[in-house]
């Protein structure tokens, strides 16, 4: 082991090119890009082509968009990456509930590769066998790591497979009858935003249950909020405090005797792999976030997947197709009694597949337990760190460990100093790094959430640490550093003030112009 | 011999057995067992996971992967005409260079500052289709354009506070479940005919199912049974004058040379980017957009991300952030607008970077390219004896129906025969139209020569003769 080194912050700057929005570098006349010429005998034999369009079809006026040569359009965007901190350059530890865990490089080959990238999805399966094993055995893996009894791969995040979720609770209980008078869902408040947003788009009434002083939801609470009209429960656990909830065997035990579905939202299951299960806990649905506990990359924010899996009893009403094995060959099945019909388009987002099957491979199943062993060793070493800085806590739960994550707190911080967590996440940018406040609504007050994966060294935790050590210092020393942060960063403090304003927003460079720079 | 040290696991880092002691030691806990001591026995997993042994060096892993994906055959290997809404465009290298880029690949949530980049490349994706689609307000993408018609269905409802959604019937078959299921059990749908003829809609069946309790009239343009409606404003208006909206999805490549549908009263504008830079990738390269006009009663609909341009402390610096944050579940959970999430935001970084490369004269080129490739093949197709080639009689774009009635050969049949000569026939569409039964459904656009399609035709009159 080499000599422990004294962690410090990082005197970072990060890339500042000032760089124009596009359409500020359009010169008349530049290409980016040239067409394939059409042959001399395709355009002897139908002309022009666009003299086929009716009159009022055609588009005279080109669309507005800039002229600009190839290696400028590389050169902006390449800069434009340069502005931007992904989980690669940064200390990805302040996005908790995420799970910004190492996406292996090697993966990028395998999606990139024509065989994954020119795949059409139509094409005849036996020219996709590959494809469909890959899914086939995926879903055989996520069964064994959930203890559930089918898979589909096709929603297209966590939010999408908990539309799913919600979507095949209805269909479950319309099929007998029930659907109309089962007309509630019953989540937490410290579960994700959508299992309350995705199941109200299926028109559920949503019953929220809040924290008691462990930051559990309450056995009793539950029993209150069941009846005749409960549907289902949707739920995280450990929740987004990285408490797990012991009692959750009573919350489905409750529920399965109202009559209602249960269903287990496991975007974010990296401490419990090979741990604790779906089936363990009796639930009828779950699902697994590919680009979070799998190692998919997050994209910005996707193309993603919610991989969802159910009970036997449920199979039948799984989106549409699954992949099944004959003996001899894989193919795809249409043919489930009870289908909600479709979530995504074709089969799902097919990279992330990829990438979450290499990743189990790689792991294997002491590897993946070992995964969620070390996430939770960190996250319990971050805990320990971050209870000793001055204005910083860790409410619920005193004295207990947690398990991939924990939701924090700068109220006596804010108190103290007036300094609140949106200003330490901007100045946590000085440094190279991100800090992301938390859900809303706050139950927590100035509340963070650092969820560290297993993907950090000792030395890395430690430096981020430092980080937040650093501001807090400042903030007891000098608040007003911390409150104009970042100066190191891309831009200054932003003004926010247009962004909620109609006569102001602008959502493209076309109505900055009209509202902004007055284009006639 | 020594018994072999277990390695640690690249990925891995802190299970090197000196640093788990020195963390384990500052927690102040024996062991990790310790750490789970909130789970009870009864929850615990007492077995060992059933899952094939680790693949640990990246050598053999790579081997073991690529093997299974060399039983795939792909589309750059075969000559393909699929299409049906995943469509074979030329990717230019510099989509691929940029959305490869570790910054953009391994970025998720971050501020407006150490995340600028992500933000203005969103903002300018969104301002490129606002060009395309001449249109002020452009969503971050959403999953897909199943999803940017579902929801788009769903804004009709709230804006227009009417329950019943009218769909062209001749709308994508996979795009239809989806969108049925996202509406069940709150918005009602339902169909409206096609003229047997020409495939556009059937004007008469319009205005006898639109009534006070229509939100709107959803229809393809170009249709997914590629021909273009040239009806539009009229089903507009019919919309209108009923108090209801007009929602039209729109393949944005084909807008280089056919007017986009704000031009004929479409109130909101979805569809797909997948075609703009994004690889098909089995399904996978999708990405949905929704667009209005900029007012606030449209605007405040969105569930969306909608990232906004403004200004900061320094004089002419861009800042960005998010429009109306607060209209979000992620701001007001379920009271906010559906839902978000994490959707496809590196496919629209791609489809701007691809529209950047492109300009106005490079989609132009490329539309009327497309158009005079599909044009050849339908008509050299139609010179096979039994085939029909379109089977609607209105001008196409990219896509068309080829029947195959008169050959009386099934799809199925034909398309297993031109496999074996490498090619890969269009979608079949017997499953999904009954009236379209031994028809398919073939797409041509830049990538395809003259030879291919000259292929394509030896092949069928092989095949049918």
């Known amino acids: 082991m080499g000599k422990e080194k004294e962690p410090k912050v990082r005197n970072f700057h990060q890339a500042k090119w000032d760089e124009p929005v596009i359409f500020e570098l359009d010169t008349d006349g530049e290409r980016g890009i040239l067409i394939p010429e059409v042959e001399k005998e395709i355009e002897e034999c139908v002309g022009d082509g666009v003299s086929a369009l009716p009159e009022n079809m055609r588009r005279e006026k080109p669309p507005a968009l800039p002229e600009v040569g190839q290696m400028r359009v590389l050169k902006h965007y390449l800069r434009l990456s340069q502005h931007c901190l992904g989980a690669d350059l940064n200390v990805d530890l302040g996005q908790g509930t995420c799970t910004m865990k190492y996406s292996p490089k090697v993966h990028e080959e395998f999606v990139r590769s024509p065989k994954s990238a020119e795949l059409h999805p139509s094409q005849d399966e036996s020219t996709v066998q590959g494809a469909l094993e890959i899914i086939y055995k995926l879903d055989t893996f996520l069964r064994e790591i959930s203890g559930m009894d089918s898979f589909s791969l096709q929603p297209g995040g966590g939010s999408h497979a908990i539309l799913a979720m919600a979507s095949i609770i209805h269909a479950y209980h319309d099929l007998k009858g029930e659907a109309d008078q089962r007309d509630e869902i019953i989540t937490t408040i410290f579960s994700h935003p959508s299992d309350a947003a995705a199941a109200a788009v299926k028109g559920y009434k949503i019953i929220t249950l809040y924290q008691n002083e462990d930051g559990l939801p309450e056995v009793e609470a539950l029993k209150k909020a069941v009846s005749e009209r409960t549907a289902g429960l949707l739920i995280t656990n450990p929740e987004d405090t990285g408490i797990f909830n012991p009692r959750i065997e009573e919350f489905t035990k409750i529920v399965h005797e109202a009559g209602g579905l249960c269903g287990y939202d496991q975007a974010n299951a990296n401490g419990i792999l090979g741990i604790t299960r779906a089936r363990e806990a009796d639930f009828d649905l779950c699902f697994f976030n590919l680009h979070k506990t799998f190692s998919s990359p997050h994209g910005c924010g996707g193309p993603a997947t919610g991989a969802l899996g159910v009970t036997e009893e449920l199979k039948d009403f799984l989106p549409v197709p699954v992949v099944d094995h004959d003996g001899k060959k894989y193919f795809l099945n249409y043919n489930l009694a009870h289908t909600i019909g479709k979530v995504r388009s074709f089969h799902g987002v097919f990279p992330a597949f990829l990438r979450a099957y290499a990743w189990v491979r790689s792991l294997g199943p002491e590897g993946l337990k070992e995964a969620a062993h070390i996430a939770v060793l960190n996250n319990n070493y971050i805990l320990k760190k971050v209870k000793e800085l001055r204005g910083a806590s860790a409410p619920y739960a005193k004295g207990r460990h947690r398990i991939e994550q924990v939701r924090y707190s700068w109220e006596e911080l804010t108190k103290d100093t007036g300094v609140t967590t949106e200003d330490v996440t901007f100045r946590m940018a000085d440094f190279g790094f991100h800090l992301w406040s938390s859900h809303h609504p706050f139950v927590v007050p100035q509340p963070f959430t650092i969820e560290p994966t297993e993907s950090y060294s000792k030395e890395e935790i430690d430096e981020y640490l430092t980080g937040l050590r650093k501001i807090v210092e400042e903030a007891y020393e000098n608040p007003e550093k911390v409150k104009n942060a970042p100066y190191r960063s891309v831009v200054h403090k932003i003004d926010n003030s247009t962004l909620d304003d109609p006569k102001k927003w602008a959502i493209t460079w076309r109505a900055y112009l009209k509202k902004h720079k007055q284009r006639e | ?465």
């Open chain 2, 1 to 465: 011999m020594k018994k072999k040290e277990k390695p640690t696991h690249p990925y891995i880092p802190n299970s090197a057995p000196k640093i788990k002691a020195k963390m384990l030691e500052e927690i102040g806990v024996k062991n990790i067992e310790e750490l789970y001591a909130d789970i009870p026995a009864s929850l615990r997993y007492k077995g060992e996971l059933n899952l094939p042994e680790a693949i640990l060096s990246e050598s053999a892993l790579k081997r073991h992967v690529e093997g299974i994906l060399a039983k795939n055959r792909s589309c750059q290997e075969s000559i393909s005409f699929l299409g049906g809404g995943c469509w074979p465009h030329y990717v230019p290298a510099i989509c691929d260079e940029v959305n490869q880029r570790s910054e953009f690949l391994t970025a998720y949530a971050g501020e407006p500052y150490e995340d600028h980049g992500r933000f203005q490349a969103l903002f300018e994706y969104e301002s490129l289709m606002g060009e395309l689609l001449d249109l002020d307000v452009v969503n971050v993408p959403t999953y897909d354009w199943s999803q940017a018609a579902s929801t788009s269905i769903r804004m009709a409802g709230r804006i227009t506070g009417r329950r019943e959604m009218l769909i062209s019937d001749t709308i994508s078959p996979d795009r239809l479940l989806a969108i049925r299921n996202y509406c069940r059990p709150v918005v009602n749908i339902r169909m409206v005919g096609h003229d047997p003829e020409t495939g556009l809609i059937d004007l008469d069946d319009l205005r006898s199912k639109i009534s006070s309790s229509t939100s709107g009239i959803y229809f393809e343009n170009p249709s997914f049974l590629g021909f273009i409606e040239p009806q539009g404003k009229v089903i507009s208006d019919i919309a209108h004058e009923n108090g209801a909206l007009s929602v039209v999805g729109v393949d944005p490549i084909s807008l280089g040379v056919i007017v986009p549908p704000s031009h004929y009263g479409a109130d909101i504008v979805c569809g797909d980017i997948q075609g703009l830079g994004n690889h098909m990738s089995f399904g996978g390269g999708h990405g949905g957009f929704i667009a209005t006009r900029d007012e606030e009663k449209f605007v405040m609909e969105f569930p969306s991300r909608l990232f906004g341009i403004t200004k900061t402390a320094v004089e002419g610096e861009y800042g960005f952030g998010d429009v109306a944050y607060d209209r979000t579940s992620f701001g007001v959970r379920e009271e906010g607008k559906e839902f978000v999430g994490t959707h496809a935001a590196l496919c629209g970084i791609t489809a701007g970077v691809y529209l950047s490369l492109m300009g106005p004269k490079g989609l132009q080129e490329l539309g009327q390219s497309i158009m005079q490739r599909s044009q050849y093949a339908m008509k050299k197709l139609s010179e096979i004896k039994g085939v029909k080639a379109p089977l609607f009689t209105s001008p196409h774009f990219k896509e068309f129906v080829v029947s195959f009635k008169e050959a009386r050969k099934t799809v199925e049949k034909i398309n297993r025969f031109l496999l074996e000569r490498n090619i890969f026939g269009g979608v079949d569409l017997s499953p999904h139209f009954p009236e379209l039964e031994n028809c398919a459904l073939y797409c041509v656009t830049e990538i395809h020569t003259k030879e291919d399609i000259d292929q394509l035709v030896r092949a069928l009159k092989e095949c049918l003769g």
